[in-house]
């Protein structure tokens, strides 16, 4: 049928769109990177700190999310927040995966 390879591979395509999302929702609390590794991970969203740190900068530079610096403890920790801007493009994104979600219903009934 199709070996473990051609699976991750679709797998990890599949899911690479939904880790923004689901970064984007889960920052509307500010929070810092490790600790946003766990939320994802407790909520299926596995991803590690290679994927994780480049996409956070990417969405910081688009003017999707806010960082700032907490260095009230020992080991200063960077904290984001999604921004305004991405706010509004997670509520667009998740109406989108709503609709996709609902045409993918139409395809299981499909004969």
């Not at 070996?3 to 970064?23: F, K, M």
Request: with cysteine; charged share 30%.
């Amino acid at each position: 049928m199709y070996d473990d390879e051609v699976l991750a591979t679709h797998l990890q395509e599949l899911r690479r769109g939904t880790i923004v999302l689901a970064c984007l929702l889960l920052l509307e609390r500010p929070d810092y990177g490790y600790a946003l590794i766990e939320a994802l991970e407790e909520r299926g969203f596995a991803t590690d700190a290679n994927t994780l740190y480049p996409l956070l900068r990417r969405l910081e530079k688009q003017g999707l999310l806010i960082s700032e610096w907490d260095t009230a403890e020992a080991r200063p920790r960077k904290f984001y927040r999604t921004s305004s801007d991405g706010a509004a493009l997670a509520e667009l994104l998740t109406a989108e995966w709503r609709q996709l979600d609902t045409a993918f219903d139409t395809l299981k009934d499909t004969p």
